[in-house]
């Protein structure tokens, strides 16, 4: 149990639509990353937001966007929903950012596009 | 990215110790070494992590070659629950609008069946 929860566990939606998915992030931890994980691939890291701003963002089109929340919670926005876009989506939340610290991951929300 | 190299797939028994191989011969001075694992149907989760020194932990141990370029994570007694995918990784670090950030980038991990 990492302390870390994301909702909701699953999701469908429609190519075109737009979805936002939502991390509360573990007590004290003012750093969220969010990843994106294909069926059989690894995770794919998305962007983080430290202290409610945007601080590094990985291969991903201007239609994945984020926030973060003065309570170190976050949401995932995702416009124009392609059918490439299923995959399961992980919330991982560190005490700091840099690359000497930990992550704690969500169980994660499986999002299909149809 | 600096990448790394695991191999596919290992198999263990239960109660044996198991060592997991990591190759990473571009590795930088800055970069940490991270093992994550991941369970069927779960998020990755942290195992451990280290820079130049030997690291233990409840769960694990971390061994780091002395040029940095190969690592082993060591599990001392197997179990059922171990059987997962184990993520190598090297954490890169970076600088973006004057904050530092790590972002972990996956390989295909290691799948590790561990038999009764």
């Known amino acids: 149990e990492t302390g870390v929860t994301q909702s909701p566990t699953h999701l469908i939606k429609t190519r075109g639509q737009q979805v936002t998915l939502r991390c509360s992030s573990q007590s004290g931890h003012n750093t969220v990353s969010w990843y994106q994980q294909a069926l059989g691939q690894g995770p794919q890291f998305i962007f983080q937001?430290?202290?409610?701003?945007?601080?590094g963002r990985g291969n991903f089109p201007p239609r994945f966007s984020g926030l973060q929340f003065p309570n170190y919670s976050s949401e995932l926005n995702v416009n124009a929903l392609e059918l490439d876009d299923s995959a399961l989506y992980l919330c991982?939340?560190?005490?700091?950012?840099?690359?000497?610290?930990?992550?704690?991951f969500g169980q994660g929300t499986r999002l299909t596009v149809v | 990215d600096a990448k790394t190299t695991q191999p596919n797939s290992m198999e263990s028994n239960e109660e044996e110790p198991v060592h997991l191989p990591c190759n990473h011969s571009?590795?930088?001075?800055?970069?940490?070494i991270h093992w994550y694992r991941q369970l069927p149907s779960q998020g990755p989760e942290y195992v451990i992590h280290g820079l130049t020194s030997n690291v233990n932990n409840r769960m694990a141990s971390l061994a780091i070659a002395e040029d940095r370029k190969s690592s082993t994570l060591i599990l001392h007694r197997a179990t059922l629950r171990d059987a997962a995918v184990y993520y190598c990784i090297l954490r890169d670090y970076m600088n973006a609008g004057g904050t530092s950030y790590g972002k972990l980038t996956f390989g295909q991990g290691t799948i590790l069946t561990v038999h009764p």
């Open positions: 571009t590795i930088s001075g800055t970069d940490y």
């Open positions: 937001y430290y202290r409610e701003e945007e601080n």
């Open positions: 991982a939340s560190s005490f700091r950012t840099g690359a000497g610290t930990e992550a704690f």
